[in-house]
């Protein structure tokens, strides 16, 4: 899956559960995996624009 679980209808509450639970340096890794320029927010903050940009 490109985006991964965190996104997925079926696995992402539960991803995002454990994601609010984890010790703190597990936490920060997997926020750092979210956040980074090639992350799953990243990822999908560019489709969002080229999606509002082919829309205009």
Known sequence: M???EQI???RGPEW??????M???EFEREAEDLLNPD???AILRRAAA???DATR
């Open 23 to 25: 010790d703190r340096a």
């Open 39 to 41: 992350g799953v927010l």
């Open 50 to 52: 080229a999606v509002g």
């Open 8 to 10: 997925d209808k079926r």
């Open 16 to 21: 995002w559960r454990t994601f609010a639970t």
């Open 2 to 4: 490109l985006l991964g």
